[in-house]
């Protein structure tokens, strides 16, 4: 039997494929197979990727393509020799599922699966859209295409390949067919890894002393540029507070540390990613990690800064505050409630250099260096 393999050994990934009938995400991964002019119906060629929990499949046709009820016959073991041997198409291919009916809702779409080596199919509902997703038709230049994705974990064990044949109907009448049916029942086979630049073998943060210190690990890089770090507090807008430099393609295990020298007080919401030689971010992570900042410190953040930052205290511990410029000027003066533990200090109508904030109250007093940038 001819099996078509084509293991996904270049740089494209699955991390950028979102079913949402925007096809660009598309353009980078190459074609599996296409059709001979002719061959295969209104199937033309297909597009076939695994990510970390999906496998993603993009599908072509031409402008006349209806594609509303279709047979996605899996191989799911990658082995022709087990499940589905005889009748139906394509005979004798071993699929150990298939996934038939109407794409514009998948309440309609009926699952079969069986054991043994034969037409032993047991038809089974209860899925949604986390599990097989389809975008809509989308018209193209002179074709029209569809995206959608099967959950891994639908499938149950799979293979490190797995084996798959589409056939396109309409009112039950097959209408194309990719791999054609011509070419004997093979299937088109993909690899199930997930083909990712950087193998992440885990990612923390964890407090250390007033600092966020965070630690990942790879396993392997693969024209790996850049690590980007992100952090958000609870509103989950992620400015960039820094970045290390990757080492390009390794196989070897390496290790990396970042510090945050200027933690928020309460929820930190880290996001790591990775940026390739050609400028491409791929997420790999988010950690978070609950700061109590000092609870009889000062502290301020971010420092320096541009207009506005945060000053921290302890409740009840200061009555006043004053913002002072470097040559001692009293710029700004506030009163503060026994409730209070944060000032919002706000620089915009400052010269950027250097200010004092003084606390004071109950006899004590503490003061801060602020810069403005
Ligand atoms: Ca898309
Ligand atoms: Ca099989």
Redesign the pocket.
Request: net charge negative; aromatic share 12%.
């Given at each position: 039997m001819l099996v078509f393999i084509m293991l996904i050994t270049s740089k494209v990934n699955a991390q950028s494929?979102?079913?949402?009938?925007?096809?660009?995400?598309?353009d980078a991964i190459p074609y599996l197979h296409t059709n001979a002019t002719g061959t295969g119906g209104e199937l033309t060629a297909i597009k076939a990727i695994s990510g970390a929990q999906y496998i993603y499949f993009y599908l072509e046709g031409p402008e006349s393509l209806i594609f509303s009820s279709f047979d996605l016959y899996i191989d799911t073991d990658g082995n022709p020799a087990s499940g589905f041997l005889s009748g139906g198409y394509p005979a004798g291919s071993g699929a150990e599922l298939l996934i038939q009916g109407d794409v514009s809702s998948t309440g309609n779409v009926n699952i079969y699966a069986g054991s043994g080596t034969d037409w032993a199919w047991n038809w089974s509902t209860g899925y949604g859209t986390s599990e097989i997703n389809f975008?809509a038709l989308v018209a193209l230049t002179g074709k029209k295409a569809i995206?959608f994705s099967v959950k891994k974990s639908f499938l149950g064990t799979i293979g490190s390949n797995i084996g798959f044949a589409l056939i396109n109907r309409v009112e039950w009448t097959a209408t194309g067919s990719i791999p054609t049916v011509d070419l004997g029942g093979s299937y088109l086979q993909i690899s199930t890894a997930d083909v990712l630049p950087v193998k992440l073998v885990n990612f923390t943060a964890k407090a250390d002393g007033n600092l966020a210190r965070l630690n990942w690990q790879t396993a392997s890089e693969q024209s790996n540029k850049n690590f980007f770090i992100y952090r958000s507090g609870d509103n989950r807008i992620f400015p960039k507070i820094g970045e290390l430099q990757g080492k390009g393609t390794t196989q070897t295990a390496n290790f990396y540390t970042f510090y945050d020298k200027q933690p928020l007080n309460g929820n930190n919401y880290y996001k790591l990613t990775q940026v390739d030689l050609d400028g491409k971010e791929t997420e790999l992570g988010v950690e978070v990690l609950n700061f109590s900042l000092s609870a009889t410190k000062v502290n301020i953040a971010p420092n320096p800064t541009q207009n506005k930052t945060d000053i921290w205290f302890a409740e009840s511990k200061y009555t006043s505050l004053i913002l002072t410029g470097i040559e001692g000027k009293v710029l700004q003066k506030a009163n503060l409630k026994p409730s209070e533990n944060k000032f919002e200090l706000d620089l915009s109508n400052y010269p950027s250099g250097i200010y004092f904030v003084k606390l004071t109250g109950n006899g004590d007093s503490d003061v801060q260096k602020i810069i403005k940038q």
């Amino acid at each position: 039997m001819l099996v078509f393999i084509m293991l996904i050994t270049s740089k494209v990934n699955a991390q950028s494929i979102t079913i949402d009938g925007n096809l660009s995400d598309w353009d980078a991964i190459p074609y599996l197979h296409t059709n001979a002019t002719g061959t295969g119906g209104e199937l033309t060629a297909i597009k076939a990727i695994s990510g970390a929990q999906y496998i993603y499949f993009y599908l072509e046709g031409p402008e006349s393509l209806i594609f509303s009820s279709f047979d996605l016959y899996i191989d799911t073991d990658g082995n022709p020799a087990s499940g589905f041997l005889s009748g139906g198409y394509p005979a004798g291919s071993g699929a150990e599922l298939l996934i038939q009916g109407d794409v514009s809702s998948t309440g309609n779409v009926n699952i079969y699966a069986g054991s043994g080596t034969d037409w032993a199919w047991n038809w089974s509902t209860g899925y949604g859209t986390s599990e097989i997703n389809f975008s809509a038709l989308v018209a193209l230049t002179g074709k029209k295409a569809i995206e959608f994705s099967v959950k891994k974990s639908f499938l149950g064990t799979i293979g490190s390949n797995i084996g798959f044949a589409l056939i396109n109907r309409v009112e039950w009448t097959a209408t194309g067919s990719i791999p054609t049916v011509d070419l004997g029942g093979s299937y088109l086979q993909i690899s199930t890894a997930d083909v990712l630049p950087v193998k992440l073998v885990n990612f923390t943060a964890k407090a250390d002393g007033n600092l966020a210190r965070l630690n990942w690990q790879t396993a392997s890089e693969q024209s790996n540029k850049n690590f980007f770090i992100y952090r958000s507090g609870d509103n989950r807008i992620f400015p960039k507070i820094g970045e290390l430099q990757g080492k390009g393609t390794t196989q070897t295990a390496n290790f990396y540390t970042f510090y945050d020298k200027q933690p928020l007080n309460g929820n930190n919401y880290y996001k790591l990613t990775q940026v390739d030689l050609d400028g491409k971010e791929t997420e790999l992570g988010v950690e978070v990690l609950n700061f109590s900042l000092s609870a009889t410190k000062v502290n301020i953040a971010p420092n320096p800064t541009q207009n506005k930052t945060d000053i921290w205290f302890a409740e009840s511990k200061y009555t006043s505050l004053i913002l002072t410029g470097i040559e001692g000027k009293v710029l700004q003066k506030a009163n503060l409630k026994p409730s209070e533990n944060k000032f919002e200090l706000d620089l915009s109508n400052y010269p950027s250099g250097i200010y004092f904030v003084k606390l004071t109250g109950n006899g004590d007093s503490d003061v801060q260096k602020i810069i403005k940038q």
